[in-house]
């Protein structure tokens, strides 16, 4: 248990649905991460908050949508996504962000599949 | 644009077997993580080194950072099955560009 849980798990999803990705952490942390796992690539960073406010948004397509209500919820919105889009989604958290070396927390990740 | 390259690639080995894997780049990293993800589970920090020629040790775990701050190896000592998982390397660069970059991962098997 890492105090990052994600849900839901798994997923399949049509093209034409819209799904949303649920983190949270229990961590007391200010900053909190989306990051895109693709069988045979390097982890991808997608999107990074601290403190509620966007800091990073790594030219990831708008059928991707985040949201951080607040510090321990995030949030990824899911609409009109295409096949290569099945991956792992892994919501991570730290303490503080901006210095490069932060400790990521992870969750476990949504398995996506989209058909 | 940062890389980080891992190898090897896929390692099956017998449990007790001795076993090293390297983090190589031609960027110089302010520091370097290593993260073991399991089978199902998100990666799990195992060890920073920030220092060049760093070495930590973590039970059966020897990490080594190297002196120019570019590569950093994994060395595990009579490896069990429960070492089995994904090992990811991440550089953190230096200056303006605060990134972690992820090398692509070493998929370690230890067969009983």
């Known amino acids: 248990e890492t105090g990052v849980t994600q849900t839901p798990r798994h997923l399949v999803m049509g093209m034409t649905n819209k799904k949303s990705l649920k983190c949270e952490q229990h961590l007391g942390h200010n900053a909190m991460y989306w990051y895109k796992q693709s069988a045979k690539k390097p982890l991808e960073l997608m999107f990074v908050y601290s403190l509620e406010e966007r800091v990073e948004n790594n030219s990831v397509p708008s059928r991707f949508s985040p949201e951080c209500p607040n510090s321990s919820h995030l949030f990824l919105h899911l609409h009109t996504l295409q096949p290569e889009d099945s991956a792992l989604y892994l919501c991570?958290?730290?303490?503080?962000?901006?210095?490069?070396?932060?400790?990521?927390?992870f969750g476990s990740g949504t398995q996506l599949s989209v058909l | 644009t940062q890389l980080l390259e891992q190898s090897p690639q896929f390692l099956s080995i017998q449990e007790g077997e001795n076993l090293t894997v390297y983090c190589n780049s031609s960027s110089v990293f302010s520091s370097l993580q290593w993260y073991r993800q399991e089978p199902g589970e998100g990666p799990v920090l195992l060890v920073t080194?920030?220092?060049?020629?760093e070495v930590k040790k973590l039970k059966r775990l020897t990490f080594q950072f190297g002196d120019a701050r570019k590569d950093s190896s994994l060395h595990i000592t009579a490896a069990q099955p429960g070492d089995t998982g994904l090992y990811l390397c991440?550089?953190?660069?230096?200056?303006?560009?605060?990134?972690?970059?992820f090398g692509k991962g070493t998929l370690l098997t230890v067969n009983p």
């Open positions: 991440a550089g953190a660069g230096g200056g303006s560009n605060y990134k972690l970059t």
């Open positions: 991570a958290s730290s303490q503080d962000q901006g210095q490069g070396n932060e400790k990521l927390f």
């Open positions: 080194v920030v220092t060049g020629g």
